[in-house]
């Protein structure tokens, strides 16, 4: 294909296509004999639909100039829209040609304004070259001499087009991967996170209801309780519902047996912490169910009932000491109910269902529902006996009347398993009630009431220096009326002037400058020895909580007068459970097994699970202990002993008096403790009884052996235990 000429197509006469538009103005004529070149005007003039002005004003057919001659009507544009209606004038803009700089006159033409022309150019054959361009400078232009042409412009080079099929890629490779995590995304829904957006709406429609657990019981070695849990009522208010505080209060006031008053303050309207309006108020609480019923009955708006526990405890004040008490909410606050709280509390149960919405707030048929079964606690059988309980504290306190403000502890052990039947406390206070009480009076004596034992430690030493050999059954000591250790003088109650004494009337007259010949035999180490082993310095582990552990003087701190002092039971701290275990083990052939009070445990289900063993070690050979025995028989049968009030008539008892002191925080006490600790039948014990009472006006020594006489009596007829077969022994104090 021949290469497009850059010269404007030309007609048959030799000139351009296109005509210049005839000046319709004034002063301008019109050039028909001119050959016709096309102006810009006649571009201007074209309409978007390739249709001159004239034309468009002659009606839409293009009409030719008479004028103008053949190459005018050949210069009219073409009535079809194959053609391009823009041709001619870009190649007037262009100068003829693709590239052609523009030339043009200026011509006054009346109100066309300026007329562009451009000068005609001499066809040039395709073999001959192009005329060199003209470098000289163009002189000014005329009207009557036609623009010079400008040089061509290079045409611009087409900015690169991005590559199509590259984005069509990139494109489609990004819709699939969109595609391909919606996908997976939905796989894990429906199969991973299905159930936690089935259950999402659940959650807004589950309602909680607790199942309390009973509390586990405790009783007495026979199964009789001592204390239970019962089911009750607690009655509460919602302050936002309550219409009429006065007339709610008052209708309430005879069902709770509280003052309508107080009710009525309860009912107040009041906000929490976080500023909500509170909508639960406790009114009572362990309501009997009958009471609760009538308080339903009446229907008061705010008013309230719900399923509650309640501790009874039918002895009252019965060992209450001993089991102390709980909080409303059922948790152990002090005695047995604190030290085995986890033990006796159960687990509580819950139901949870779906409900519906509305004032209804039904379970919904068929809806989600699940329920925890609530676990029972469990229950504690003690090794107390419920009678013999309540006959020692009637007696504990019948003597201890005798002295105002006076502390007393008893304590009565089995022998030989070592188990507590009886474990009392002066004063006492009621375990159903135990606000009102004195939180001093609650304390358990036998266990947290440290004292100064005093003589009754004297069986130690004896024991300890017929074990080590120091002394025999036998063995006699002249005894002075006083000796001295270190700047202090100990003297004797009963004067011997000197004379030979036998042991058992050492023991009988509690004599302390014989005691303290003895411990000199003995030495201090071996007799701290055999306090340790005797279960001094350390708590028995009875099962009581806050039991205290007493303390021994270490032989490095004694000083001159330690040892006169220790040997009789002074600059020694010991509870009465402690003694009384002392001679538990001299009743028991010499053997010490620790003290129980907690015999087994009960669970849910009724079975019993005994508590551990008790601790057991050997601490005296059986001759020697049943040789300690003959000589503490003496303290009740010597006459003008210290111990003859302990006396009973039917059954030999082996026992012994004391004084000391009561120590709180190490410091001594006003006052006295005065104590009686003694076993029978003596020939072969079977109980072990220990009484101590601190009284601050004195006279404690005539309340410890008369009380202790009372206890065992009763204690060996409530067991039935036979009389003694023979009469206790003759003894002589003064041997020649």
């Keep these: 294909m021949p290469p497009r000429s850059e010269e404007p197509r030309r007609d048959a006469t030799g000139s351009r296509r296109g005509s210049s538009r005839n000046a319709g103005g004034r002063g301008a004529e019109p050039r028909s004999g001119e050959p016709g070149v096309g102006g810009i005007s006649d571009a201007r003039a074209y309409t978007p639909r390739g ?29 079809t829209r194959s053609g391009d209606p823009f041709r001619p004038a870009l190649q007037v803009l262009d100068g003829g040609r693709a590239g052609a700089g ?10 066309s304004g300026v007329v562009r022309t451009v000068t005609p150019r001499t066809p040039r054959h395709d073999d001959e070259p192009p005329a060199p361009r003209r470098t000289a400078a163009r002189p000014a232009r005329r009207p009557d001499r036609p623009a010079a042409r400008r040089p061509s412009r290079k045409p611009r080079k087409p900015p690169r087009l991005a590559d199509p099929r590259r984005r069509l890629r990139l494109g489609t490779v990004l819709t699939l991967t969109l595609f391909a995590v919606i996908g997976i995304r939905l796989v894990v829904l429906q199969t991973v996170e299905t159930p936690a957006y089935a259950g999402g709406g659940v959650a807004d429609r589950l309602r909680t209801v607790t199942l309390p657990a009973a509390r586990g019981a405790i009783y007495d070695r026979d199964g009789a309780p001592l204390a239970h849990s019962v089911e009750a009522r607690y009655v509460y208010a919602d302050p936002t519902q309550v219409k009429d505080q006065q007339a709610t209060a008052k209708a309430l006031s005879p069902l709770l047996g509280m003052p309508a008053s107080e009710l009525a303050e309860k009912m107040k309207p009041r906000k929490r912490v976080n500023g909500v309006d509170s909508q639960f108020e406790y009114l009572a609480r362990g309501v009997d169910i009958d009471r609760a019923r009538k308080i339903t009955a009446l229907e008061l708006p705010g008013i309230y009932t719900h399923r509650d526990e309640r501790r009874e405890v039918p002895g009252g004040d019965l060992a209450a000491n001993l089991l102390g008490f709980t909080s409303q909410d059922m948790v152990g606050l ?35 529902s699940e329920t925890t079964k609530a676990r029972p606690g469990s229950s504690l059988q003690l090794t107390i006996d419920r009678d013999l309980q309540f006959m020692v504290q009637r007696m504990l306190s019948r003597h201890m009347a005798q002295s105002k ?37 609650r304390e358990d004596a036998a266990t947290s009431f440290v004292v100064d034992p005093g003589s009754v430690h004297k069986a130690i030493t004896f024991g300890a220096a017929l074990q080590e050999r120091v002394i025999t059954p036998d063995t ?44 000199d035999k003995l030495g201090p180490e071996r007799l701290i020895d055999y306090q340790k082993r005797f279960g001094l310095g350390e708590p028995t582990r009875v099962g009581m ?30 509870t009465p459970l402690q003694m009384a275990a002392v001679y538990a083990t001299i009743a028991n052939d010499g053997t010490y097994v620790q003290p129980r009070l907690v015999k087994e445990v009960i669970g849910p289900d009724g079975k019993r ?35 003859r009030a302990a006396a009973i008539p039917e059954w030999r008892v082996a026992g012994k008096t004391g004084t000391g002191w009561r120590l709180v925080d190490g410091q001594k006490q006003l006052g006295e403790v005065a104590s009686f600790i003694g076993m029978a039948p003596a020939e072969k014990p079977r109980y072990v009884i220990a009484v101590f009472a601190h009284t601050p006006s004195g006279g404690g020594g005539a309340i410890a052996a008369p009380a202790f006489r009372d206890m065992m009596q009763f204690t060996l007829r409530h067991y039935g235990v036979p009389p003694s077969g023979e009469k206790a022994p003759k003894f002589t104090v003064y041997p020649r």
Excluded: C
Aim: glycine share 12%; hydrophobic share 35%; no cysteine.
């Design 609 to 643: 699970t005994p508590t551990e063993p008790p601790v057991t070690r050997s601490v005296l050979s059986p001759e020697n202990a049943a040789a300690l025995r003959h000589i503490l028989e003496a303290v009740t049968t010597v006459e003008d002993a210290t111990g």
């Design 545 to 574: 909580p806050g039991e205290a552990s007493g303390r021994l003087l270490p032989a490095d701190e004694w000083s001159g007068s330690s040892a006169g002092s220790v040997p009789i039971g002074h600059s020694v701290d010991a």
């Design 405 to 441: 403000g006076s502390t007393g502890a008893a304590v009565v052990i089995e022998i030989p398993s070592g188990e507590v039947l009886a474990q009392a406390s002066h004063p006492t206070y009621n375990a159903a009630k135990p606000v009102p009480s004195d939180p001093t009076d």
């Design 102 to 111: 523009r030339a043009g006159r200026r011509e006054a033409a009346g109100r």
């Design 51 to 79: 249709r001159t002005v004239r034309e468009q004003r002659a009606g839409g057919r293009a009409e030719p100039d008479a004028d103008a001659g053949p190459a005018a009507q050949r210069r009219t544009p073409r009535s």
């Design 476 to 519: 006699t000591l002249p005894i002075a009326n006083s000796i001295k250790k270190g700047d202090t003088w100990f003297s004797d109650t009963h004067r011997a002037d000197g004379k030979r004494m036998s042991l058992p009337g050492m023991m009988a007259y509690s004599s302390n400058v014989g005691t303290i010949h003895i411990a």
């Design 334 to 368: 002090e005695g047995l109910e604190a030290r085995y709280d986890d033990v006796l509390r159960g687990k509580d149960g819950k139901r949870v269902y779906e409900v519906g919405l509305g004032d209804l707030a039904a379970p919904i048929p068929g809806g989600y």
